[in-house]
C-alpha cells in the first residue's frame, strides 16, 4: 500500500465549478500535512498547510479526519489559472512524503 | 519569503560523466537541505537528507555512490551524480528548510544523459 495515496486524476472541469480532491495516508502518527501545486516542468509551490481538522484560505479548502486518515482539499469557484497538479503530503517528523499528485485542467 | 535556488537548470551531459547540482538558499540559513527527484507523470522521491557538516542520510535504494551529496555552509548543498547513465536522466529538486517542517523548494534540474 502507498503510505500517501491521491484520486488518480484527471479532473476536467468548467470554470466556475468546484472540485474536490481527496488524500488517504497510512501512518497515523503523522501530524500535519500540506497540499502543494506543480504546475508543468516547474518545482512544488506550497498551497495549504493542514495540522487541525482543517483550513480555509479564500477559494481553497482543506479537511483532515485523523479518525479515517483522510484529507481532501476543495477548490470553489475554479480558475483557468488553477490548472496545475495538486500533490497531498505527509509530514512524517520532517520527511516530506508525496502522494502521486492528481491533475487538474480547467477548460472555458 | 524563502528563496532557494538551484543551478543549473538544465543539463545535458554523456553516459560515464558526472554532473553537479547545487542547491543554495538565498535568504536564510537552513541546517537542512533535502533532495527529491521526479520522473514524468510520477511523484517526488526523497532521495536523501542533508544535513550542514554532516553526512548525508540516504533512503533506501538511493546509491550513495552513485548520488555524492555535500553540505559544506548553511547555504549551499550540492548532489554530484556520478558516472552518469540514460537512466538517470529526470527532473531533480533540492528544498531547504529554515526550521522544522517548513520545506521551500528549488526551481529543479532536468538532466538528461544521452
Known amino acids: 500500500r502507498k503510505e500517501v495515496e491521491q484520486d488518480p486524476g484527471p479532473f476536467n472541469v468548467p470554470e466556475g465549478a468546484t472540485v474536490a480532491f481527496n488524500c488517504t495516508y497510512s501512518n497515523s502518527a503523522s501530524q500535519s500535512f500540506f497540499w502543494y501545486r506543480q504546475d508543468c516542468r516547474k518545482e512544488p509551490k506550497l498551497l495549504m498547510s493542514v495540522y487541525s481538522s482543517g483550513n480555509e484560505d479564500g477559494r481553497f479548502t482543506a479537511q483532515l479526519n485523523r479518525a479515517s486518515q483522510y484529507i481532501s482539499l476543495l477548490i470553489r469557484d475554479s480558475k483557468l489559472s488553477d490548472s496545475a497538479t495538486y500533490l497531498c503530503?505527509?509530514?512524517?517528523?520532517?520527511?516530506?512524503?508525496f502522494g502521486q499528485g492528481t491533475e487538474l485542467s480547467v477548460k472555458p | 519569503g524563502a528563496v532557494v535556488s538551484q543551478h543549473p537548470s538544465r543539463v545535458i551531459c554523456k553516459s560515464g560523466t558526472s554532473v553537479k547540482i547545487e542547491c543554495r538558499s538565498l535568504d536564510f540559513q537552513a541546517t537542512t537541505m533535502f533532495w527529491y527527484r521526479q520522473f514524468p507523470k510520477k511523484s517526488l522521491m526523497l532521495m536523501a537528507t542533508s544535513n550542514e557538516g554532516s553526512k548525508a542520510t540516504y533512503e533506501q535504494g538511493v546509491e550513495k555512490d552513485k548520488f555524492l551529496i555535500n553540505h559544506a555552509s548553511l547555504t549551499l548543498s550540492t548532489l554530484t551524480v556520478t558516472s552518469a547513465h540514460p537512466e538517470d536522466s529526470s527532473f531533480y529538486i533540492c528544498?531547504?528548510?529554515?526550521?522544522?517542517?517548513?520545506?521551500?523548494f528549488g526551481p529543479g534540474t532536468r538532466l538528461t544523459v544521452t
Open positions: 503530503v505527509e509530514n512524517q517528523g520532517g520527511k516530506l512524503i
Open positions: 528544498s531547504a528548510s529554515p526550521e522544522a517542517y517548513e520545506q521551500y
